[in-house]
């Protein structure tokens, strides 16, 4: 018996398979983490360009004062991956003085889908030369959750991870 398990011990028929097991969930999940990185990077970059591309709009429509759900929808249009944008995405916009400068609260604004709707928190129009702050909050379910890198993501109760994009302009005069 002792000859046949000592034979089994030095034999080297599945090497391979023993590292393939202890290989393939490391490779997998940095593979998986990409992707995830991957999308919330390129939802980010079309939120700020989108944000941008609204902020660019209102500055230059002079003697116009948008209102919140016009701004809303000119964001989810320019977005092409934000799924339920209209359902998942919170403005806020705060008037802002320079010589006084009080910066912006550090907690976005942001939509709760386990929580009771609320209205907007704060969405002022701002006056002639004032300088406003537009805040944009979009929440998405991630892609893979459960990875590591999913699940250190912040979340919130209902699961969801949150972007949040920022731009200032000033209004200008009419």
Do not use: Y
């Not at 209902?158 to 972007?163: R, S």
Request: proline share 4%.
């Amino acid at each position: 018996m002792r000859h046949h398990l000592r034979r089994l011990w030095q034999r080297e028929d599945a090497s391979i398979t023993v590292e393939f097991a202890l290989w393939f969930p490391v490779f997998m999940a940095l593979l998986l983490a990409s992707v995830e990185l991957g999308v919330i990077t390129v939802r980010n970059t079309l939120l700020e360009r989108s944000l941008d591309l609204v902020v660019r709009d209102i500055r230059l429509g002079t003697g116009t004062a948008p209102q919140h759900d016009e701004i809303k929808t000119q964001i989810c249009d320019n977005m092409a991956l934000a799924p339920n944008c209209a359902e998942n995405l919170r403005l806020e916009m705060v008037r802002r003085d320079l010589r006084g400068w009080i910066a912006v609260s550090a907690n976005a604004d942001c939509t709760d889908q386990s929580e009771e709707v609320s209205p907007v928190r704060s969405f002022t129009h701002g006056f002639e030369n004032q300088l406003m702050v537009l805040r944009a909050c979009l929440k998405f379910e991630p892609i893979f959750p459960t990875t590591a890198f999913g699940a250190a993501l912040a979340k919130d109760a209902n699961g969801d991870v949150g972007l949040i994009a920022t731009s200032a302009f000033v209004q200008e005069p009419q």
